[in-house]
């Protein structure tokens, strides 16, 4: 009796076309993902180490799969491994985490062979992120700051030269320090171009510096 339940446990033969058929769908899936993160990601710097871990993970995930469906007491031993692995690596941008949970959950969906949900969840979820990257951006606030010399705070033409150059801004501070100030606006940008070109020919400006952010912080 205990021979059987070991054996019944122990053992649930997956035919080997299965398998082949599994892991050839996932490479296909891996690529597919692949391709999609490059031509999609949005990050300062691509990491093509991250993208191969992308493909990578899918496979390592569906081949987990099919152990697990091959064996009861391999699936608990499995769970007992990855239940204490600790990933520390920080992600920069949340559409990375979103990439990785894509993958992890196509490996998943393959390896058990529901190959037509994973195909219907990757066309749904690619058809989602080119229609939400086609979408207008929300204009986002920059930070303008100004540092020049003292006898041109005050004067009108910066006020000008800036409403002229913007949708809207707002003075968020003004320091005066010696015989220099530095003033700092918070502004809807029109033409950042024309504006700091505009700025730096006004005599007694020293330095003119524009920060923007839009998930990424460029100076």
Known sequence: MKETVIQMLGNSTIPTSEIILTLMISVI?????Y?????????AFYSKDSNVALAGI???VSGIMIAMRSSLIVSLGMVGALSIVRFRT??????DLFYYFWSISEGI???VGMFLLAFLCAAIITIIIFVLDKLPNHVSPALLVIRGKKEIYNDRILDKIIKENSIKYKNKSTIL???FYEQIFEITLNNKT???????????????KLIEH???LRV
């Not at 920080?90 to 559409?95: E, G, N, Q, R, T």
């Open 29 to 33: 899936a891996s690529f597919y993902i």
């Open 109 to 111: 969906m393959i390896g």
């Open 35 to 43: 391709f999609v993160y490059k031509n999609m990601a949005k990050t």
């Open 90 to 95: 920080a992600i920069k941008s949340p559409l």
């Open 214 to 216: 839009d998930g990424e």
């Open 194 to 208: 024309d504006l700091v070109n505009e700025l730096f020919k006004v005599e007694g400006i020293l330095d003119v």
């Open 58 to 60: 899918l496979l390592v």
């Open 177 to 179: 320090k010696n015989d």
